[in-house]
């Protein structure tokens, strides 16, 4: 049977997929489709999208079963093997704290994101673009539960993550940033999640935890990131076709897209500062630091692809500047908010040892010496002498970003940064002017913003009057899952297990 | 004599997530599949209403009128994440290839009747447009369901649609010796022929089917029930009695999938319809309403696959569907 002609490649995909759609008749497209033209984005024809994967369903499945395989297997023996007692310290676990209460909601969340965008759309291969992303980001989101869960069977911090992801005050940040997108239309999440922070902003979030993990012994995180980067460069692929998609279609799209781009460069800017921070902070072994990572992937090259976009009348996003110019600030002023709110953390704070604070001076220089490595060794002073620092009076928050507003001025570091801003004769706080701007386009989305230490002073927080009742509601263990790491029992079982002693300590009330 | 091997040996502090040890009772080991999809997806807290339904949250129990008190009940019996989902679909992927090749190579396909080629073009090959809207509509059932459970197994179902369609593809294709015109006719057919517009009309109105639930109900249960049966296992069974066992081979995953997800359609409805006889009201309404319009849309394909058959062949499925009913515990 020789005489069946050939099929290329692209040309089976496109029949396979493309054809599959119709217009619909006996209900009118605009009802079946109702959401893909409220956000004024002009598609002229759908067609002309390019599919980014071409992966049938056939292909997904061959080459996603055969990483899952080894996955899995790899999974297993770091389990079987004890894997845990292999990380660099136990300090490194709050690294992995932090992704799994802050980042696997993410990746659900996408998950439910990508299936709204990948319903939404009219064209059938944006469609099936957006739920394929749609599955794997489930899968990112599973297989990191699958990881960590072993982690969490022998660290404390991890076990109430569902509980904590959707009430603490530090979880409010990317989980406002998540839902931001989502309440958006699927233009705007596509853009926000799969250009401005797949694409774009990807080596500053993907890089440090992943390589952060393979620098500090822990198999389990290095494993699923490499399994994952194949997922990743397929969903960067989608970011950037969906972009230049709609820069094409028409020019109208122009305006929307810039001023999208510039909210979720900053709003992706603000969330990643929690990245940066666990870069210089909580690594034990670092890989490089927040400034250098800056400067190696925005300011060459995310700088790079925005001019590769100006011949679609794209501009950098607003504010890059004021990006770059805190880069030798941003870590240790979140650092500090971090260790002094460390009483409703569910991580473990602590002063970086010399060695560290010597790597610090080398890598930001004289502001860090004259600033940050003073007040880090009064803490450390204090701490020694039976007076660890705690504040534990409620922060100011950012409407916008949620981060507690403690940044300081773009051109002074010793000037605390606040914005007010003024909506239905009630104002609200901002902590920079890229959040400002934010509120100002969105005013009645931002005004919903759930900022918890408001929701606390109204008894929104199981009624808890102040951080320690609130804490309890978090269902974090004071220094057990909360305060400093020297002394906690995740230091204390580490030392012990290093030492070859077969049992931990138990945590008394750690029974369920 | 047994094999004695020295290892670290270290007691852990837990066993699993509290969110998981408080479903499961203390001192259980969580499954996989429990730590998969348990919890996941946030219920208090949302920050903005959706700019595309501000009359809802993003997470919204309210997009449909079943009422669980945990929608994390709503479990796949197959207990698929997305890791042990793949690695079943790959197995069947290869299997399924390994038919097409040697269907291909051998030309098996060249001895069959024309007329039941014939028919196969005209009543299956446009069905690939028909798994076309069952991925669209569990897409939805991902986007707006309520709970990790049903979300992730319905996005594992829109794309079991999505290779179930490009399957019949490659059908239509390997029929017409990779002429691509066999796939505009069969959608000429599905567009504009009588044959096939009442299914046309019912699977559209499904797709503006708001509750998700109900569109669980009615794409899930009813219209893949009913299609399945008729159309994949009488329809092949009778393509084979006519010179066409190479046909029935490329139908390998579609038999076994409908199978299989028949019984996370079963388990869910039935787990929903335990839960309140409010629910199990809900779920018997959306049968009785749905049902007659199923049935007028598979007769045509029926009285054409079924030479003066076809009633007879319908009613039987009509009556499969509603045992499987009976068996979830609705009263149909």
């Known amino acids: 049977m020789a005489k069946a002609k050939r099929l290329g490649l692209k040309e089976r995909y496109s029949l396979m997929t493309r054809g599959l759609d119709w217009e619909t008749t006996y209900q009118p497209m605009d009802e079946v489709f109702p959401y893909d033209k409220y956000e004024g984005i002009k598609i002229i024809d759908w067609d002309k999208w390019e599919d980014p994967f071409r992966l049938t369903m056939e292909s997904y499945w061959k080459y996603q079963s055969e990483k899952e395989r080894k996955l899995y297997a790899i999974l297993d023996a770091f389990q079987q093997n004890n894997g845990q007692l292999n990380i660099s310290d136990a300090r490194y676990m709050n690294a992995v704290k932090l992704w799994l209460q802050g980042i696997t909601p993410l990746e659900y969340a996408a998950h439910r994101g990508f299936a709204h965008a990948g319903r939404a759309f009219r064209g059938a291969g944006a469609r099936v673009a957006c739920q394929m992303q749609s599955i794997d980001e489930l899968r990112h989101a599973q297989t990191q539960l699958h990881a960590f869960s072993h982690y969490n069977k022998f660290f404390n911090g991890m076990h109430g993550f569902a509980h904590l992801r959707d009430r603490a005050w530090y979880l409010s940040i990317p989980k406002s940033f998540f839902e931001d997108a989502m309440s958006a239309g699927p233009f705007e999440f596509v853009t926000s999640i799969s250009f401005a922070f797949e694409y774009v902003l990807t080596n500053l979030l993907f890089m440090p935890f992943v390589s952060g993990a393979a620098y500090n012994g822990d198999m389990a995180t290095t494993t699923f990131g490499f399994s994952a980067q194949s997922d990743e460069s397929r969903h960067m692929t989608l970011g950037l076709e969906v972009v230049k998609f709609m820069l094409e279609q028409h020019e109208d799209n122009v305006p929307i897209v810039q001023a999208w781009l510039d909210k979720w460069f900053w709003r992706g800017y603000r969330l990643l500062g929690l990245v940066g921070t666990m870069m210089d902070y909580m690594l034990p072994k670092k890989v490089m630091s927040w400034k250098e990572a800056w400067e190696i992937y925005w300011e060459e090259n995310g700088i790079a692809l925005f001019h590769d976009l100006s011949r679609y009348g794209i501009r950098l996003p607003k504010y890059h500047e004021v990006a770059t110019k805190e880069k030798t600030r941003v870590t240790h002023e979140l650092w500090a908010t971090l260790y002094q709110y460390g009483n409703a953390l569910g991580l473990h704070t602590w002063v970086p040892e010399d060695e560290e604070l010597d790597w610090m001076s080398e890598k930001y220089g004289d502001l860090f010496d004259t600033m940050y490595r003073p007040r880090l060794l009064f803490l450390r002073e204090q701490e020694q002498a039976g007076n660890r620092y705690f504040n534990n009076r409620l922060p100011m928050v950012c409407q916008v970003c949620q981060i507690p507003v403690f940044y300081t001025e773009p051109d002074d570091p010793q000037k605390q940064c606040v914005r007010i801003v003024e909506w239905a004769d009630t104002k609200h706080h901002c902590c920079s002017d890229g959040c400002a701007d934010i509120f100002n386009r969105e005013p009645e989305k931002f005004v919903q913003s759930l900022i918890p230490p408001q929701q606390i002073y109204r008894g929104d927080a199981g009624g808890a009057r102040d951080i320690f009742e609130y804490a309890e509601w978090l269902h974090l263990k004071k220094d057990i899952d909360t305060g400093e790491y020297n002394g906690s029992p995740d230091h204390q079982n580490w030392e012990a297990w290093q030492s070859q002693q077969p049992t931990p300590q138990a945590n008394s009330d750690e029974a369920a | ?332």
């Open chain 2, 1 to 332: 004599m047994t094999i004695d091997l020295k290892t670290t040996s270290i007691d852990p502090v837990r066993k699993t997530f509290d969110h998981i040890a408080e479903k499961l009772g203390p001192d259980k080991a969580a499954t996989r599949y429990q730590e998969a999809v348990w919890g996941l997806q946030p219920i208090v807290n949302q920050h903005y209403r959706p700019t595309w339904d501000p009359t809802k949250t993003l997470y919204d129990p309210s997009r449909t009128a079943v009422v669980m008190e945990d929608f994390d009940d709503l479990i796949d019996p197959r207990q698929y994440y997305y890791g042990t989902w793949t690695i079943q679909r790959g197995k069947q992927q290869d299997s399924q290839e390994k038919n097409f090749k040697f269907v291909e190579s051998r030309g098996l396909m060249d001895g069959m009747e024309a007329a039941w080629k014939d028919k196969i073009r005209r009543l299956i090959v446009p069905l690939r447009h028909v798994a076309w809207a069952a991925n669209t509509n569990n897409s939805y059932i991902a986007a707006y369901g309520f709970g990790a459970p049903i979300t992730s197994a319905a996005s594992l179902q829109t794309m079991d649609q999505l290779g179930i369609a490009q399957y019949i593809t490659r059908i239509g294709l390997i029929l017409a010796d990779n002429d691509p015109t066999a796939l505009d006719d069969a959608k000429a057919l599905w567009l504009d022929d009588d044959m096939w517009q009442p299914m046309r009309a019912l699977v559209e109105e499904a797709m503006v089917t708001k509750d998700w639930f109900e569109l669980h109900v009615l794409q899930n249960l009813l219209i893949d029930g009913a299609l399945h049966p008729l159309m994949f296992d009488k329809f092949d069974a009778a393509v084979t009695q006519h010179g066409g066992a190479a046909y029935s081979m490329m139908n390998e995953f579609t038999i076994e999938w409908f199978a299989e997800a028949s019984r996370w359609a079963d388990a869910v409805i039935k787990r929903c319809a335990q839960e309140s006889p409010a629910n199990k009201t809900h779920i018997e309404g959306w049968i009785a309403k749905w049902m007659p319009r199923i049935q007028g849309a598979l007769k045509p394909l029926s009285d054409a696959a079924f030479d003066g058959e076809g009633s007879v062949a319908l009613d039987e499925v009509v009556d499969r569907l509603m045992t499987r009913a009976g068996k979830a515990g609705l009263d149909v």
